[in-house]
């Protein structure tokens, strides 16, 4: 009920490409989805978040689509560049679970030039 | 503003001993949660603490493991008689309210190696 399910693992992507990442939850008392981006040695950096009242938020280049039905929402990176390379996390919180993030698995993305 | 600051960025303990791992959140904001984060996964959740108060300690370890958020200072993560699984990534987070939606910011970690 707790988990938040990420996939790929992995993603090769060419310099110009659409990068799409997908996550599902079980737990429908969360109601803040946010992404988290990732470089080695950091800490994990907001990216864009939604909530599930909206289907889809964009803001730049990174769009979020949120299908309340399925209980899956995915993160698309358009025109993928190397500076984009990182590790991914989706997340989710619910009114239940104060201040706590229930993360994915991660996905590492490569951007190829 | 300075942001979530974490020392040491890493820290190496043989088997045994005891680690801490300090936080100081940002300027104003009175909430933190530590997460752990092992090779080749996610950050899974460990504690939420606000000043003096342990708020949810769900996802600690029910041994060797303690967090506190004194009045004054930063808070602490302590692992005691640390063994070679505790090997990750801390990470810690303040925000202030406990809303996750409203500037929630991670540090930039403790990397503890256990030898």
């Known amino acids: 009920q707790q988990q938040v399910k990420q996939s790929p693992q992995s993603l090769i992507v060419q310099k110009g490409g659409i990068s799409i990442i997908n996550c599902a939850y079980e737990n429908t008392a969360f109601d803040y989805f946010p992404w988290y981006q990732q470089f080695p040695g950091k800490g994990p950096a907001l990216l864009i978040a939604?909530?599930?009242?909206?289907s889809e938020k964009k803001e730049g280049r990174f769009t979020i689509s949120f299908n309340k039905s399925a209980k899956q929402f995915s993160l698309h990176i358009m025109d993928s560049q190397p500076g984009d390379s990182a590790t991914y996390f989706c997340?989710?919180?619910?009114?239940?679970?104060?201040?706590?993030?229930?993360f994915g698995q991660g996905t590492t993305l490569q951007v190829k030039p | 503003n300075a942001g979530v600051m974490q020392n040491p960025r890493h820290l190496v303990r043989r088997r045994g001993q005891e680690a801490r791992l300090r936080c100081s959140p940002m300027k104003g904001h009175s909430h933190v949660y530590w997460y752990r984060q092992l090779p080749e996964e996610g950050l899974k959740f460990m504690v939420y603490l606000q000043k003096e108060n342990i708020i949810d300690e769900s996802g600690m370890p029910k041994e060797r493991f303690s967090a506190e958020f004194p009045k004054e200072g930063p808070s602490i993560l302590r692992i005691q008689q640390v063994v070679r699984g505790d090997s990750a990534a801390y990470f810690c987070?303040?925000?202030?309210?406990?809303?996750?939606?409203?500037?929630?910011?991670f540090g930039s970690g403790t990397r503890l190696t256990v030898v």
């Open positions: 939604i909530r599930p009242d909206v």
């Open positions: 997340a989710a919180s619910g009114s239940s679970n104060t201040g706590k993030l229930i």
């Open positions: 987070a303040s925000s202030p309210s406990d809303r996750v939606n409203y500037g929630y910011t």
